[in-house]
Nanobody, 122 residues
Framework: QVLLAESGGGLAQAGGSLRLSCVAS????????MGWYRQVPGKERELVATITSGGMTNYADSVKGRFTISRDNAKNTVYLQMNSLKPEDTAVYYCNANIRTTYIGYGYTVYWGQGTQVTVSS
């Protein structure tokens, strides 16, 4: 009943920029924390950045000062602005969100997008 749709991935040169977007749709009542994760072959999925419903952010050390996460609560959307890209940023980037889909209780369920490829050339 809930879909997270990512967009904005692609190819960039080292030092370039990309902006990822993720929109939550379907039976969305409210969204708590949202975030971005990435994964490369042979490695586990790792946290890139998270943002709370109130706008508090957290970043992996490897992207601090280069990436910025933001959200538009009215649009159920989270963004990841990626600047000063490096080849090591190459990965599949996944959107994540904690979403309430029912008025029964107060629990949230974790949802994941399908992923979008980001490739940075040297």
């Amino acid at each position: 009943q809930v879909l997270l749709a990512e967009s904005g991935g692609g190819l960039a040169q080292a030092g370039g920029s990309l902006r990822l977007s993720c929109v939550a749709s379907g039976n969305v009542i409210s969204i708590n924390a949202m975030g971005w994760y990435r994964q490369v072959p042979g490695k586990e999925r790792e946290l890139v950045a998270t943002i709370t419903s109130g706008g508090m952010t957290n970043y992996a050390d490897s992207v601090k000062g280069r990436f910025t996460i933001s959200r538009d609560n009215a649009k159920n959307t989270v963004y990841l602005q990626m600047n000063s890209l490096k080849p090591e940023d190459t990965a599949v980037y996944y959107c994540n969100a904690n979403i309430r889909t029912t008025y029964i209780g107060y629990g949230y369920t974790v949802y994941w997008g399908q992923g979008t490829q980001v490739t940075v050339s040297s």
